[in-house]
């Protein structure tokens, strides 16, 4: 059967999908996709959609991180990304709803509303991608990078001022969350599952974001650098002071630093 997966290494729903045929053990092709463009890539290779992580399974395509565990898990059962026990399996798959598309576009707007505002940024994406010429890239990526900065996400918000100060607001009791849901168990590390793959990435790409490594600090951070030990971006301070607010702690987070 032949697997190919279409991806960007900064991309961190590719991240996940890597790790589900990594964990599983299924052969597959990774092809890199250029940062900002990968809307005219994957339209040309025949998907519907412009977003990584895309994957071509003996032709037939799947989009989307969520679409991918699901589809994974019924070909290779084993390990499975889903749990058997019923009760466990909704807390997983609500979890993973909530990876995807509550703390997914966290850091996805974070590192893009840096990246059209610094061409280091950019050129420094681009080198991560290993892709050729990463200065020319950068400077012609410029306009695409603040289209896509501009974009607005399914929760509404835009990577511009308003968005971000609202992402930051919003971060603490975000990581609470993630971080009760490592405590009770949805979170599952030995294997983790789809719901740990989704969630943990981006709380990976959180923790290279300088301006907000020490927010998002604490057990699920050390868990997704376990899961995920390289990140190939680092993003340096960019954003003013006033914005990043301060962590308190969540409820249930002084449990799960025992972990």
């Excluded at 597959?28 to 900002?36: G, K, Q, T, W």
């Excluded at 994957?55 to 499975?80: A, N």
């Excluded at 294997?191 to 699920?220: E, K, M, Y």
Aim: aromatic content about 6%; some cysteine; hydrophobic content about 40%.
């Amino acid at each position: 059967m032949a697997v190919t997966l279409y991806w960007m290494a900064v991309s961190h729903p590719s991240q996940a999908a890597r790790k589900m045929l990594e964990l599983k053990q299924v052969e597959f092709e990774a092809i890199d996709v250029l940062p900002l463009g990968q809307r005219v890539h994957l339209r040309l290779t025949g998907f519907r959609g412009g977003t990584v992580p895309a994957l071509k399974i003996d032709g037939h395509r799947v989009q989307g991180s969520r679409r991918i565990s699901r589809e994974l898990d019924r070909l290779w059962p084993d390990p499975p990304l889903f749990p058997s026990d019923p009760t466990l399996r909704d807390r997983v798959i609500e979890a993973e709803r909530w990876g995807e598309e509550v703390l997914q576009p966290v850091p996805r707007r974070l590192a893009r509303f840096v990246g059209a505002g610094s061409y280091a940024m950019r050129r420094a994406t681009i080198e991560g991608q290993g892709l050729p010429s990463p200065g020319l890239l950068a400077t012609l990526g410029g306009p695409l990078a603040h289209y896509y900065a501009l974009s607005t996400e399914v929760d509404g918000r835009r990577g511009d001022e308003a968005g971000i100060r609202a992402d930051l607001a919003a971060l603490p009791e975000l990581i609470g969350h993630a971080e009760r849901l490592l405590t009770d168990g949805t979170l599952a590390l030995d294997p983790p599952n789809a719901a740990t793959l989704q969630v943990l990435a981006s709380i990976r790409l959180l923790s290279v974001i300088d301006d907000v490594r020490d927010l998002v600090d604490g057990p699920c951070a050390r868990a997704a650098r376990e899961l995920y030990p390289r990140y190939p971006v680092h993003v340096p301070e960019f954003l003013p002071r006033d914005w990043l607010p301060q962590r308190t702690e969540a409820p249930g987070a002084a449990s799960a630093n025992a972990c």
